[in-house]
């Protein structure tokens, strides 16, 4: 698989899966626009990115104002010429049953995670379809698919993520924009023990997981990352519209 001609942006690039896509990426030719909001925890992913002597540019903001959005891919565009992958990994969880949900917690979970993916997407297809087609890869979950206890807004925000990866998948096929919906279950990232209404330990929230999971594991941000990169590979164009489960054997049953 080759990626030396491939511009890439990556949102919430500076943590977790995201960050873990840049590195993966960072690894090939392609040349990297990575998108986060903290500036000193995104200088150090741009320089780790840069000594691997990848192309590589750093824009902070928030992906929730479709302005960013649009700026972003002009910038990208203006800076490599196309923008020819777009990884939408930025998102935020607050846990809670829909009668603990406030609205700010739905406004706020619904901002981030599907907002920010319809904004950077749109704007995207917009630069993909002038230069002969994409690929964009939004990160959703496996409670886009089955549902979980205690995560109302973060279930039915990836719900969503997933129906709008399906729906821009046929509107834009026949201009050669691939767009597909990776869905994690539990993944070893920050994300995964934090929001919860009382303090647990590490240990004990990835018991919790691997207790669930068929395999007996909890994934590493990598095995995300790989995915992605083969989504985003021109021996994966045939594939397009997919919520493609990596989560153990979770939605297996």
């Known amino acids: 698989m080759t990626y030396s001609k491939k511009v890439v942006i990556v949102t919430g690039a500076t943590s977790g899966i995201g960050e873990a896509v840049v590195q993966a990426f960072a690894s090939t030719e392609a040349s990297i626009v990575l998108v986060g909001r903290d500036k000193e925890r995104g200088q150090r992913a741009l320089e780790s990115v840069q000594k691997l002597n990848c192309p590589a540019e750093l824009m902070l903001g928030d992906v929730t104002d479709s302005a960013f959005a649009d ?37 706020h979970t619904f901002q981030a995670n599907v907002n920010g993916v319809f904004y950077f997407s749109r704007a995207a297809v917009k630069a993909m379809r002038r230069t002969g087609g994409g690929s964009i890869i939004n990160i959703a979950s496996s409670v886009a698919l089955v549902g979980c206890p205690g995560l109302a807004a973060y279930c039915a925000s990836k719900g969503a993520v997933v129906l709008l990866t399906r729906a821009m998948a046929l509107d834009h096929a ?80």
């Open 71 to 107: 700026h972003v891919i002009n910038f990208t565009v203006e800076r490599f010429g196309k923008v020819t992958v777009l990884v939408n990994s930025a998102g935020v969880i607050r846990r809670g049953s829909a009668l603990e949900t406030t609205d700010d917690d739905w406004h």
């Open 174 to 253: 026949k201009e050669q924009i691939s767009i597909n919906a990776v869905c994690p279950g539990a993944v070893d990232t920050p994300m995964l023990v934090s929001a919860h209404d009382k303090p647990v330990s590490v240990d004990e929230v990835l018991q919790r997981n691997v207790d669930a999971i068929p395999q007996g594991r909890v994934a590493t941000p990598q095995e995300i990352a790989s995915l992605t990169l083969y989504l985003a590979s021109e021996e994966a164009r045939h594939i397009t519209g997919v919520a493609l489960p990596i989560d153990g054997g979770v939605t297996a049953g």
